[in-house]
Structures are given as structure tokens and as C-alpha cells.
């Protein structure tokens, strides 16, 4: 696989602004509460 081109530098470029910036905490608490969230509906599921 080759890093050169349009899409490896559009991944590459896109993480670091993910990570930086004051919405990262945010989002970073948000997605966590979702999948604690889904992992518990799932539990839920699993011992009904």
C-alpha cells in the first residue's frame, strides 16, 4: 500500500485536528458515554 496520495494525506491531515482543540474533551466524553451506554443496553439485553 502506498502513503502517497490524496486520501493517506487527508486521513494524516484530519487526526491531528481531531485530537487538538477544545471540543476534543467533548467529544471524547460523549463517545465514551456512548458505547459505555451501548455496552450496558447490550448487557441489559444479554441478562433479560
Known amino acids: 500500500m502506498r502513503r502517497s496520495g490524496p486520501q493517506s494525506n487527508f486521513m494524516e ?20 458515554g456512548r ?3 451501548l455496552a450496558a443496553a ?3 439485553s444479554y441478562h433479560q
Open 13 to 32: 491531515g484530519r487526526e491531528p485536528e481531531k485530537t487538538k482543540g477544545p471540543t476534543t474533551s467533548a467529544e471524547r466524553m460523549m463517545a465514551s
Open 35 to 37: 458505547s459505555s451506554t
Open 42 to 44: 447490550r448487557s441489559a
